[in-house]
């Protein structure tokens, strides 16, 4: 059974950080490129961060670059995202997404909730 469990949401104030974690089971994860996604309230879904299968390269949107860094564990099966000087617009739903290239197989997590406020 395929699981992506997301975790580190929260609460937290502008100019803070937050570290999200997504364990993965039931499937190769060191074949599948790894992406993070988030969906904002009545705003469609949009591509943070893309890390290679072997986390060699790496993809920022351009709302995030220098403020957030992906990396992964493909000896844990987990795939990171830090999130550093956060602003209100980041808040979102963060989902963890797995993208096996050749056959675009896609396999997607729960989502965590993130809340940047004063």
């Known amino acids: 059974q395929v699981q992506l469990v997301e975790v580190g949401g929260g609460l937290v104030q502008p100019g803070g950080s937050l570290r999200l974690s997504c364990a993965t089971s039931?499937?190769?994860?060191?074949?599948?490129?790894m992406r993070w996604y988030r969906q904002a309230p009545g705003k469609e879904r949009e591509l943070v961060a893309t890390?290679?299968?072997?986390?060699?390269?790496?993809a920022y949107a351009a709302s995030v670059r220098d403020r957030f860094t992906i990396s992964r564990d493909n000896a844990k099966n987990t795939v990171y995202l830090q999130m550093n000087s956060l602003k209100p617009e980041d808040t979102a739903v963060y989902y963890c997404?797995?993208?096996?290239?050749?056959?675009?197989?896609?396999?997607w997590g729960q989502g965590t909730q993130v809340t940047v406020s004063s």
């Open positions: 890390i290679a299968t072997d986390g060699g390269g790496t």
């Open positions: 997404n797995a993208w096996r290239i050749y056959d675009t197989r896609v396999y």
């Open positions: 039931g499937f190769i994860f060191s074949t599948y490129v």
